[in-house]
């Protein structure tokens, strides 16, 4: 039996002899049989995290190895459920969590319809959908976990731990147990293509995210980066949401844990919970249990990419689990790198953001697993290793601004400092000219940052006329289409069909400024306060997605109106 032979907050050493430790194995610590896992093995000693309070812990208490990997619990029971760091649904726990407290990750009594979709006789290969049940109404699909010919399977009423299906001679239930730190297996990964639709113009027209992709959100304290994440979550076109509060503060995972469960999902009308897991780990829970809880979260997220389904994955904020990873390697006594976390810091972020994929599964299904992480540097740093090492493995940088906040420009993200490496103009092109205004958008922006330097020190009047359109142009692509309201029901989400007719109009009315100027030298400051151009702003709150052909005919309008504007100035 080993024995702990040194305690060091979460970090506990114990002695072995004849036993043999695996390098991550799962193991239980002390009388109160705290959960742990083996992070080090050397000659004679392993090294344990623990994900638990080791208050009270004593020397020479015993550690029972258990011969498996730290892993998940997978089945129908998984949505809508609330777990910690180490998949106990916290529902089903007292209100206060105790030290060695065990609670089971499923419901193993609850019955479900299992609905065959294999016969018997039929050969069948591991990965391969054999049947599913009905959780939520979402098709949770089973899969196969061997190879060869069904012996056995029908439709029946059963729980989890039942046999559903018997497979050259092996019984198979539809309980699944996976490793966290594996990344699960697929036949082939694909190109990422298709857009994940956030509903958030800045982000889905400027810097898009694949299906399938990663990105960070990196921003400092109070630049709305669970409020963009709770958004994400809400309005994104994900089969499936996996929401993890990681090191958070306990009022914020509060918020979620009772907003969540009251939100309707604008996709399918019922409740959002019915489509979400919910991994709570708030900043007073053991900081070795912050690492698990990502793991957890995408090793949740892989089981349903298998199954055929595009799942997004939220993690705020990567930051903490860093912090907690700079902690545990102290106490390891590990030689400290860049501002005190670990030499192996810019490893394991790329073990995390690598996991992102779209694939094409065992059963011949497409499957994505999006992963979008927040980071948190300290006083808006972007120069810190945790940001720099994010940028590195991320391929969407959605940089949050502190003064774009202040301002109340929400989301707050920078367009000049953010960026999306992802082709997906194929897709947009279908909807519309959209290379061609994004580029217009980028150069209109990218000039009104260098005309805002004379601004600042000589006023808008010292620019050209010329110049003031650029300036009136860029405010109005801010002001009416990156700016959102999170919290108005028609442009809290704005579909692509919409996108690109407001993105029209703003192209339509800086032709129709220049014009104006041009043929007739009207001053810019006339043109940008006809009522036509309060009509387009107010048209984002009062035109619904679904009723987006109406920009085509305020487009008509705006044309008329400047035209006749035009025709009759100075007469």
């Keep these: 039996m080993l024995k702990i032979t040194s305690i060091n907050g979460p970090i506990v050493k114990a002695e072995y002899k004849n036993e043999t430790p695996l390098m991550y194995e799962f193991v239980y610590i002390g009388k109160s049989r705290l959960i742990g896992e083996i992070i080090s093995i050397n000659k004679n000693f392993i090294t344990i995290q623990v994900y638990e309070d080791t208050t009270s812990l004593k020397l020479n208490e015993p550690v029972f190895l258990t011969g498996s990997l730290l892993s998940a619990s997978l089945g129908p029971g998984l949505l809508g459920s609330v777990y910690d760091g180490i998949q106990r649904e916290l529902f089903s726990m007292p209100e206060r969590i105790q030290k060695g407290i065990k609670s089971k990750a499923l419901n193993e009594e609850k019955k479900y319809f299992f609905k065959a979709l294999k016969n018997v006789g039929d050969e069948v290969k591991k990965g391969e959908i054999i049947g599913e049940v009905d959780e939520n109404g979402i098709k949770h699909r089973i899969l196969s976990d061997f190879n060869g010919i069904l012996n056995e399977i029908e439709n029946k009423t059963c729980s989890i731990k039942d046999t559903v299906a018997v497979i050259n001679g092996n019984k198979q239930n539809m309980i699944k147990k996976r490793p966290l730190r594996i990344p699960g297996s697929f036949k082939k990964r694909l190109s990422p293509k298709i857009p994940l639709i956030t509903g958030q113009r800045v982000i889905d027209f400027m810097f898009p995210i694949a299906k399938g992709g990663s990105a960070s959100i990196p921003g400092g304290f109070g630049t709305g980066k669970t409020i ?43 409740p959002l919970m019915n489509r979400t897991v919910l991994i709570a780990n708030t900043s007073d829970m053991p900081v070795s249990a912050r690492e698990a809880s990502i793991y957890l979260g995408i090793t949740i997220g892989e089981y349903f990419r298998d199954q055929g389904y595009n799942v997004a994955l939220m993690a705020d904020s990567t930051s903490r689990w860093a912090e907690a990873m700079r902690e545990l390697s102290s106490r390891m006594g590990e030689l400290p790198m860049e501002e005190g976390y670990p030499a192996d810091i810019s ?5 995390v953001y690598e996991r992102a994929s779209i694939v094409e599964t065992f059963a011949s ?16 740093d972007f120069s810190e290793p945790v940001t720099i090492h994010t940028k590195r493995f991320t391929s969407v940088f959605w940089a949050l601004d502190k003064s774009l906040a202040n301002a109340r420009f929400y989301p707050a993200i920078n367009y000049l ?28 922006l990218q000039k009104d940052a260098s005309l805002q330097k004379i601004v600042k020190l000589l006023g808008v009047g010292a620019l050209p006329e010329e110049e003031k359109i650029t300036l009136y142009t860029a405010e109005l692509i801010k002001e009416a289409f990156l700016q959102q309201n999170a919290f108005d029901e028609t442009d809290a989400f704005c579909t692509p069909e919409k996108q690109i007719e407001m993105a029209k109009t703003v192209v339509l009315i800086h032709d129709l400024w220049r014009k104006a100027f041009l043929t007739k030298q009207i001053p810019v400051d006339i043109l940008k306060n006809q ?29 008329s109106y400047y035209n006749e504007f035009i025709k009759n100035y100075g007469e």
Excluded at 240 to 268: A, K, Q
Excluded at 424 to 433: A, H, T, V
Excluded at 535 to 556: C, G, H, Q, S, T
């Design 417 to 444: 400092n953010s960026y999306s490496n992802y082709e997906l103009n194929e897709w947009w092109e279908e909807k519309g000219p959209y290379i061609e205004i994004k580029q217009f958008f980028n150069d209109i």
């Design 228 to 270: 963009l994440q709770q958004t994400l979550a809400k309005y994104c076109d994900a089969d499936i949401i996996i929401y993890i509060g990681c090191g958070e503060r306990g009022n914020e995972m509060t918020e979620v844990l009772e907003e969540f469960p009251n939100l309707t999902d604008p996709y399918s009308g019922k």
């Design 365 to 380: 299904n497409i499957g994505s697993l999006s992963i979008i992480g927040a980071v948190s540097p300290a006083g808006g």
């Design 347 to 351: 490893s394991k972020i790329a073990s």
């Design 531 to 559: 009522p036509v151009i309060s009509e387009f702003i107010r048209a984002k709150y009062e035109i619904k997605n679904e009723e987006y052909e109406k920009y085509i005919d305020l487009r008509k309008k705006i044309e």
